[in-house]
């Protein structure tokens, strides 16, 4: 019997790049997959791309602008009523913005999109992850956290802001929702890991323009790995027996890695969990987990 038979899997960001690999390799292991994109061309590519890969997969695909809170919550909605249960969630969708720009929820656009779609729906799912448990959450995190510290009192980057730092930053943020996420989520059934995938030839920096777009392309073109390549840590933290019962940890290359000192930070990890509890809405009474 394939590794994921039977098993329901959600990938965020599986309409290109890292994600739609790693939705083609979960597919071909005999995951029933939903898919979560934003385009509905390119969804619709993604859906023939992993049936092309797996003709017999169970494949949907489910769309909603990741950057804002309302679609976040409209989507957990939708998942959590049409589905019995989730296996695994891929937190993946991600991007970098050179300039600063605001969601109409007041969010900075990075740490929107890049933690608090995370946050959200990890939280709008978590009573279905435990009807699967044992499950998994696996979050795309960076190396590019290395060097970057929080700064509470400017989470948004309203004082000072650059593109490489907001990014910097909400990578480090996964790491710290892994792991507190991973602490609130001891003896449920349920892991959290997150991961660096390498530095992945995918789309990634193309929503940019001018200089920066193409120094990335070109840096890409020199140094980047596949995005088969740059899948590989996702579906095997999403898939293999060997990380069954592994939770909080960061991996690098399918093993476990140091992330740096500023994201093993258990006061940073709480501070920015009820922050983001707080912005997402969720503050108590209703507990995220
Ligand atoms: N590439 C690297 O070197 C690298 C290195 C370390 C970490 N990462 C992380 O890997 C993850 C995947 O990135 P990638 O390299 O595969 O980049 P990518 O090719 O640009 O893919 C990003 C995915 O996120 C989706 N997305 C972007 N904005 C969205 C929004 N507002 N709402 C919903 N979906 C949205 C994109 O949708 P569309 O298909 O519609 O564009 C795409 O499917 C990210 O979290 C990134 O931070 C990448």
Redesign the pocket.
């Known amino acids: 019997m394939a590794a994921l038979e039977g098993k329901i899997c959600v990938v ?9 690999v790693t939705a083609e390799h979960l597919g071909a292991m005999g995951a029933r997959l939903v898919l ?4 509905t061309a ?1 969804g619709e590519a ?1 859906l023939l791309r992993v049936r092309r890969r797996a003709p017999r997969v169970q494949a949907e695909i489910h769309y ?5 809170l309302e ?1 976040v919550r409209r989507l957990g909605a939708a998942l959590a009523a049409a589905l019995p249960r989730v296996d695994v969630l891929v ?6 913005f050179r300039r600063r720009d605001v969601t109409r929820d007041g969010l900075e ?1 990075t740490y929107a ?2 933690h608090m ?1 995370y946050f959200l729906l990890t939280a709008l799912l978590k009573e279905r992850l435990a009807a699967a448990a044992p499950s998994r959450i696996v979050s ?5 956290h290395r060097g970057a510290t929080l700064d509470f009192d400017d989470l948004q980057g309203a004082r000072h802001y650059s593109g490489w730092t907001a ?1 910097q930053r ?2 480090l943020c ?1 790491i710290l929702f892994t792991r507190e996420l991973a602490r609130r989520l001891q003896g449920t059934g349920i892991t959290a890991n997150c991961l ?12 940019n323009d001018g200089a920066f777009r193409v120094a990335l392309s070109i840096a ?1 073109r020199l140094f ?1 790995i596949s ?1 088969e390549k ?1 899948a590989a840590t996702t579906v095997y933290l999403a898939s293999s027996p060997e990380v069954q019962d592994t939770n909080g940890l960061y991996f690098k290359g399918c093993r476990p890695a140091f992330p740096s000192a500023a994201a093993q930070d258990d006061g940073a990890a709480r501070r920015l969990w009820e922050e983001s509890a707080r912005l997402a809405g969720l503050s108590p009474p209703r507990r995220v987990c």
Do not use: C, M, Q, W
Not at 12 to 20: F, K, P, V
């Open positions: 965020t960001g599986a309409t290109s790049g890292i994600g739609l979560v994109g934003r385009d390119k993604a909603a602008d990741l950057a804002r679609d937190n993946n969708a991600g991007a970098i656009r999109l890049n779609a795309v995190a960076s190396e590019a990014y909400s990578k996964n660096h995938p390498g530095f992945v030839a995918s789309g990634f920096g193309d929503n890409k980047a995005e740059g």
